[in-house]
């Protein structure tokens, strides 16, 4: 179990500029959740995946964003024309549907986003 | 509308004293809720998680939290803080769509 990886770690682009954040799971864990967390807040819910099944998105999610988990293993995260207001850490996170660890969510390091 | 509060936005304690971080929420129905720290340049770590049963729950780093479904409260507890417990806390309560609160960051005087 190496946990839930994110790449890039950190990205820095200009304004306008489209930017595309991956995320692999924890392998066998059949949900996947994109989360965002701006300064001094907590992190708040954009969407989530059951296998390749996008079941819910934030009305954060504006149509600038999309999310994709093609095959069930890992998801992209990607925002087009990028604004400063995006700038922000995108986390990840992954959880399993049985067992003792039945919901919880297992996070990854973050994407840290900085739009100049 | 479903929410967490949590009040301190800071809290500063001596190492060695005991600590107690509060949280309240606002769910519709029987709430899934969970405590996680995040220190700097580190994702974050599940303290914690309350779903049914004892509403004493106890987690990792010697972390409890107590479920008072009557005050919508879901208080985390610890006897004696350590210079490394230094962080940021959140509280959070959800099912597949989790929402956090804004946390209260943890402050230790040596």
């Known amino acids: 179990d190496t946990g839930v990886s994110q790449d890039p770690r950190h990205k820095i682009t200009k304004r306008g500029q489209n930017v595309t954040f991956r995320c692999d799971p924890i392998s066998e864990h059949n949900r996947l959740y994109w989360y965002r967390q701006t300064l001094g807040q907590g992190p708040e819910f954009l969407t989530y995946?059951?296998?390749?099944?996008?079941?819910?998105k934030s009305r954060l999610l504006s149509d600038r964003f999309s999310a994709e988990r093609p095959k069930g293993s890992f998801s992209t995260l990607e925002i087009q024309r990028t604004e400063q207001g995006d700038s922000a850490m995108y986390l990840c996170?992954?959880?399993?549907?049985?067992?003792?660890?039945?919901?919880?969510?297992?996070f990854g390091p973050g994407t840290r986003l900085t739009v100049l | 509308a479903q929410s967490v509060t949590q009040p301190d936005i800071h809290i500063t304690v001596s190492e060695g004293a005991s600590l107690e971080l509060r949280c309240n929420y606002s769910?519709?129905?029987?709430?899934?809720l969970f405590w996680y720290v995040q220190s700097p340049g580190q994702g974050l770590q599940l303290l914690l998680k309350y779903f049914s049963g004892d509403t004493l729950v106890q987690g990792i780093k010697g972390f409890e939290a107590e479920f008072k479904r009557s005050q919508s409260s879901f208080n985390l507890r610890k006897p004696s803080v350590h210079w490394s417990d230094a962080a940021e806390y959140f509280c959070a309560v959800g099912d597949d769509k989790i929402i956090f609160g804004k946390g209260t960051r943890l402050h230790i005087l040596p």
């Open positions: 769910y519709g129905a029987t709430p899934y």
């Open positions: 995946f059951q296998n390749e099944a996008q079941l819910e």
């Open positions: 996170a992954s959880s399993p549907r049985s067992g003792i660890s039945y919901n919880e969510q297992f």
